[in-house]
């Protein structure tokens, strides 16, 4: 959606760079340093830059801290979700009937997850029918009634 920039060049054209440590999620040691927290999404693997040889995949950020945990084990156990709220939820037209199932797009182009929805005060959690890996906050998730887009939210 940014054109041929890549999302990180277009970011640090509006976010200022702060670097933080690079942590290990199994031993806590410092594998390196990155330009800011806030240019990593959950499950990342391309860009770590901290050597080793062996590919390193984002599993936690530590906003506070500026911190971002990563870990050689992709199965690792934070980076499976089988539920989530959504945020700032719109609905194309009126709410669902939350007695049915509905689908869930959580990445572009990625495949349609069976899922069940409930309402939780100003938000909607969303259950899915089976794991899913890098459910990343701050991301967008479409919800759709088989090829109907019926909304959305931003994941928290």
Partial sequence: FVGKVGIRD???QYVETKPGKIIDKTNSKILGTHDGAIFYTIGQRHGLDVGGGLPYYVVGKDMKKNEVQVTMDI???????????LTDVHWINNAPDLSKEYQVRLRHRAKLIPAT???QDKTILVELKNQERAIAAGQSAVIYDGKTVVGGGIIS
């Fill in 117 to 119: 929805l409930k309402q």
């Fill in 75 to 85: 199965n690792d156990d934070t980076l499976w979700r089988s539920s989530f709220l």
């Fill in 10 to 12: 277009f970011l640090q």
